[in-house]
């Protein structure tokens, strides 16, 4: 009874993978339509696409209080309060690191990075085609918190992630430092451990043991290796309620010939006679987007070390200036060969700078001669 | 007082480009077509580059109010959803590389040029259009313009990224403006006011420091067109002779409150202000490149001696 229970459990997970990886074909090449398979809707149709509030385990983040009369003088000893608790902490270097340096192997799980997709700027290859590239601004990001694999397995979500596998570590990394007058006194206790300003942003990366971070240390854009393959995590921009031309893009009826009131609708909704009814999963108007997707595979084409921003070729989900995070790519194809900086990239100690700007070998460099071919 | 007064007229300056460059919804004679100096002249004048104190007594470096005329990709497109302030800066700094490459020269809608791409499957590995520019759009990398010619009495468009690297050279052969921002209209005009022959030599021009104004009125084929000319206020094509019907149905259609909607006007453009600080961090750049250039000419033709 537990095995079969188990089975259906991985089965409803392979095929919410497919689901989502099948709806993604269909939103990009709208000429291709899958073949209606009512069973694989009618179990997805029990999975909640998206919820609007955050888990029961969070805390209060912003703020609650309305502005209350202080004194300028109260004003600034509550700024050099904050000024003072959160003193300049020296950022952790690689020769600081307490774990011994672990050895790299192909199994291992790196931590990914929290960025900001500000945009999409176009480049050429060396042969003269032309390359849509999105850039990805790698935040102020720090570690938070390393929970070991034991710890975390007994949490709620690690205990349904690793059910019937060997359990990873997770590292809890913030981005976004700000102002801890806006945040509950709660959230600014999560990094008080640490020392940090309270981040705006957390998220949590699965690692393996031996990429596990100390507390404190930064993570930038020299932690990806020009060439390599990531996949993107990102929020789908937020349509809103949308009809269902938009939204599952049905042809809807003429606009013209005499037709009456049916230029954007759905329909007929079901035969009348298998059933009898409606089925679940039936495609109708609704909210559309602001769903979790992952681009994988997105090739990384450029590195700028002095703005921390990575150049990725392809498009990433999320809307300009929304948050994403960069993992290590989870195609099995794609993955490392060789050692990348593990586990992560530390400045040279010696002060000798890194290189500023780093193209992929594939990429014509603006102040390189024109391309004659 | 000079500084106020500086200020003063390099408002109006700026509030008369303004309006110059959405004259196509204005009707009313405020769109005076004022010459626009050149790139040579800015460079060259030292009081249009000046340095004015602010109150910290700093000087900042002001770029001249012509720049937008003359780089108008430098500006981002206006759309709020898409703007980042850093991106945009490394998008300039990354332009501002290619230009140090390649001398990508002035030039407006009207102006006839010629532009050689490498091309794989030309005899010679390069391949060179001349034409004239109808109409040039985009912002950033993106920036485009596209040339017409007629060539062997079949009319031929051809749209030109201005960063593609496959680009070698852009030459400009005569330089000059016309009454319309877009020469889209010269698809339904007689062939002749979009031929030009394929070895036209470079134009010297007599007077640098203005941008002449080619007022030729363009007259159009007979109907069908491409377009409904008559609801698009044209300036540079002669009387189209239509029936009174199609000017009574493009005065129901228009939108003649456009041009008092100042929303719209402020969407569709980047504040003054912005635009001071873009050019102003652009500006001593272009100004090296152009002097490195200058200095390369004038070698070049001492050399010839």
Not at chain 1, 23 to 37: H, M, P, Q
Not at chain 2, 192 to 220: G, Q
Not at chain 2, 232 to 246: A, K, S, Y
Request: glycine share 6%; hydrophobic share 35%; aromatic share 10%.
């Amino acid at each position: 009874m537990f095995q079969s229970l188990e089975w259906r459990n991985e089965k409803l997970s392979y095929l919410a993978v497919k689901i989502c990886l099948a709806v993604d074909i269909t939103l990009s090449l709208k000429a291709f339509r899958l073949f209606f398979n009512h069973e694989q809707i009618r179990t997805m149709s029990r999975v909640k696409r998206r919820t609007t509030h955050p888990p029961y385990w969070h805390v209060l983040k912003n703020n609650q209080r309305t502005d209350e009369k202080i004194s300028s003088d109260n004003l600034r000893f509550v700024q050099e309060v904050i000024q003072d608790k959160y003193k300049n902490k020296s950022p952790i270097k690689g020769s600081d690191l307490d774990i011994e340096k672990t050895e790299w192997d192909p199994k291992t799980k790196r931590s990914g990075v929290i960025a900001r997709n500000i945009g999409v700027q176009h480049m050429w290859e060396k042969d003269g085609k032309k390359v849509i590239c999105t850039v990805l601004h790698v935040l102020d990001n720090h570690v938070i918190r390393y929970v070991p694999p034991e710890e975390y397995a007994k949490s709620v979500i690690g205990a349904k992630m690793f059910k019937n596998r060997k359990p990873l570590g997770c590292l809890v990394v913030g981005a976004e430092a700000s102002n801890p007058e806006r945040f509950t006194r709660q959230y600014c206790s999560l990094f008080d451990e640490v020392g940090l300003l309270p981040k705006k942003r957390l998220a949590r990366f699965i690692v393996t043991p031996n990429a596990a971070l100390p507390p404190c240390t930064p993570l930038t854009a020299g932690h990806f290796v020009i060439g390599q393959a990531v996949d993107v995590y990102g929020k789908t921009i937020d349509y809103g309620f949308q009809g269902v031309v938009k939204r599952w893009g049905f042809k809807g009826g003429p606009a013209s010939h005499g037709t009456t009131k049916f230029h954007r609708r759905g329909g007929t909704i079901g035969t009348g006679r298998d059933k009898a009814r409606v089925w679940p999963g039936q495609k109708m108007p609704g909210h559309m987007g602001s769903e979790r997707r992952f681009n994988r595979g997105l090739k990384i084409v450029r590195i700028n070390m002095k703005y921390n921003i990575i150049y990725v070729k392809g498009t990433v989900p999320g809307p300009t200036n929304s948050i994403v995070q960069i993992f290590d790519t989870a195609l099995p194809r794609r993955k490392f060969t060789e050692a990348p900086p593990h586990p992560t990239y530390f400045p040279p100690e010696d002060g000798t700078l890194p290189q500023e700007d780093i193209w992929d070998s594939s990429l014509h460099v603006f102040g390189s001669p024109s391309i004659s071919v | 007082m000079l500084r106020r007064a500086f200020l003063q007229t390099f408002r109006q300056g700026l509030a008369q480009s303004f309006f110059k460059r959405y004259a196509v919804s204005l009707t009313e004679t405020t769109v005076t077509h004022q010459p626009i100096e050149t790139s040579d002249e800015a460079g060259e004048k030292s009081v249009p580059t000046q340095k004015t104190g602010d109150e910290s007594g700093n000087t900042v470096v002001v770029a001249p109010p012509e720049f937008r005329f003359i780089y108008p990709e430098f500006l981002p497109d206006p759309a709020m959803e898409r703007r980042n302030r850093l991106r945009e800066k490394l998008e300039r700094m990354d332009m501002l590389q290619r230009r140090s490459v390649i001398e990508i020269p002035e030039f407006y809608t009207g102006s006839i040029m010629a532009v050689t791409v490498a091309d794989a499957n030309s005899p010679n590995k390069f391949a060179k259009f001349v034409g004239i520019c109808i109409q040039r759009g985009g912002s950033g990398l993106r920036a485009w313009f596209i040339l017409r010619n007629v060539v062997d009495k079949q009319g031929v468009e051809i749209l030109y990224e201005m960063y593609c690297p496959l680009i070698q050279k852009i030459e400009v052969l005569r330089l000059e403006r016309r009454l319309d921002e877009s020469l889209l209209y010269l698809r339904d005009a007689l062939p002749e006011y979009s031929t030009f022959p394929m070895d036209m030599e470079p134009e010297r021009r007599l007077n640098n420091s203005v941008v002449p104004i080619n007022p030729l009125k363009v007259k159009l084929r007979p109907r069908p067109w491409l377009e409904r000319w008559e609801r698009q206020n044209l300036q540079g094509v002669e009387d189209l002779n239509l029936p009174q019907r199609f000017y009574d149905r493009a005065e129901k259609v228009a939108k003649p409150w456009e041009k008092y909607d100042l929303m719209l006007h402020y969407r569709k453009t980047i504040p003054a202000e912005e635009q001071e600080k873009i050019f102003a961090e652009v500006h001593s750049q272009l100004q090296q490149q152009e002097l490195k250039r200058k200095l390369r000419r004038r070698r070049g033709s001492d050399n010839e001696y």
